[in-house]
């Protein structure tokens, strides 16, 4: 385990448990099963199977696995949209509480209306965000289209305007959720170039993404998560390799 | 409820910014926005009277007035409870990806609502000239009555929100009350017109000196306004006080676990 002495985040033997009573509730009773803290006859999963971890101040931490693996729990747990089962979070600085680039856009509000609300979600004072918008509309490149209707920008525009927002923001911690799968590939590179600046910056970056190519270049560390386990943590590179060997069918069919 | 003050303040940027868009999304898409706000009120005061005054003979003075003293305030409750009450669900998917203290969503549609409300003051300002009703210097007590309903719907409504979040069909539960509750409540009737021996129940019913204050106030006795007595202030605002810490307390216990259920 590293030092947690610099440590942004620790995590230690987190456990997260989904309860899932099926289907709509029929009776009062499963209500009450609904709202205790337990119960019977509710299927319990377990997304984090006590995993502990550091994120040090200043890294990039990648997070890889399939789907399901745990890497999206991970990431709202540090933005305490949940708490842990069992273990301990601790979280040293503002952390970005932004989970998905675009959390909170209204269409029918215009896009200047829409920065500033987004920014009072995470905290951020609209007198802030106002002497900002300059640099968000510039990053974002949609200078023109700050007052119209969020509803007429494609998805690639929002999702421009998103991670303009959420870079702008100056959180200590930055979460970033697969915000580099849209987007078309020169804004793509753009975001890139903010995350290296954030590096060089010796900001904190917690980054999940199934973009395995950008992972050696934009991560400092990688854990690779299996079914609410951490299966590897280390350099970028060799855990992407061990990553897609571990996709590979256990028993290969003979070669061609 | 210290904690209630505190959050409400820290985000009363994003409460307001919240409201705001709730008003905006409201009347953005009609051709006369926010005259809706006032309009509508004066159409519902428009049909009421025709139905209470001509053809139902209702025997009391100046109806009108005595019906929309009580009716509006009463209006900002059901309205505000319904967009409370919807406010988590409605905002679930925002609850899983962003942290914000939950609260914050009820607040705002108590706040909307609220800016409606007093909004509907002028054109019931309007009727009184129109109808040539007396304005009364109570008036200036109004602030009493409204923080009082404004609490009171804040309380019941942090309940009720939390509620719908594990059973959808509060929802639906909450129309039913309403209906129920406007009818056991002093706004189409005075107390006067229920017999002496049922009036304890009535009065047991914590809408009821709010919405008696509003009444004294702006009808009074048609020629002067009246102050409502030391008791039925106290007795409002104990009721509001009460559900407040009630609908706070059962909020705060399961807001952690709202983000699981929306």
Known sequence: MPSADNAKVQFREVVQRFRHVRGRPHMLREVFVRMSARGEGVRTIDALKGISFDVRAGETLGLIGRNGSGKSTILRLIARIYRPTAGTVTVHGGVSPLIELGAGFHPELTASENVVLSGALMGVAPRVMRERMEAVFAFAELAEYAEVPLKQFSSGMQARLAFAIATEIDPDILLLDEVLAVGDEAFQRKCVERIQRFRRERRTLVFVTHDLRLVPDVCDRVLVLDDGRVVAEGAPAAMVERYLESLKPAAPAAAS | ?262
């Open chain 2, 1 to 262: 409820m210290w904690e209630l003050c505190r959050v409400a303040y820290e985000r009363r940027e994003l409460i307001w910014l919240l409201a705001l868009k709730e008003l905006k999304v409201r009347y953005n898409r009609s051709a006369l926005g926010f005259l809706w706000a006032l309009l509508n009120p004066l159409l519902m005061a428009l049909v009421l009277t025709l139905v209470f005054s001509s053809l139902l003979r209702v025997n009391i003075e100046r109806y009108p007035i005595f019906l929309l003293s009580t009716l509006f305030p009463w209006t900002f409750f059901s309205q505000s409870l319904n967009y409370a009450t919807q406010s988590i669900v409605t905002n679930g998917s925002l609850l899983k990806k962003v942290y914000v203290p939950p609260v914050v969503f009820p607040l705002a549609a108590v706040l909307a609502n609220l800016v409606n409300f007093l909004l509907t003051l002028v054109p019931l300002a309007l009727l009184l000239v129109v109808f040539d009703f007396p304005f009364h210097g109570t008036w200036l007590f109004l602030p009493v009555p409204i923080l009082m309903l404004v609490l009171f719907t804040t309380g019941v409504g942090l309940a009720f929100a939390t509620a719908n979040v594990f059973l959808r069909d509060v929802g639906q539960v909450l129309q039913i009350i309403l209906s129920v509750w406007f009818y056991f409540s002093p706004i189409i009737y005075d107390l006067g017109a229920i017999h002496p021996r049922f009036q304890w129940f009535f009065e047991l019913n914590p809408m009821h000196p709010i919405l008696r204050s509003f009444r004294l106030a702006i009808y009074g006795e048609v020629t002067r306004g009246l102050l409502p007595s030391g008791n039925l202030i106290l007795l409002g605002a104990a009721g509001a006080l009460l559900a407040l810490l009630a609908g706070h307390a059962l909020f705060r216990r399961y807001q952690d676990s709202f983000a699981l259920y929306v």
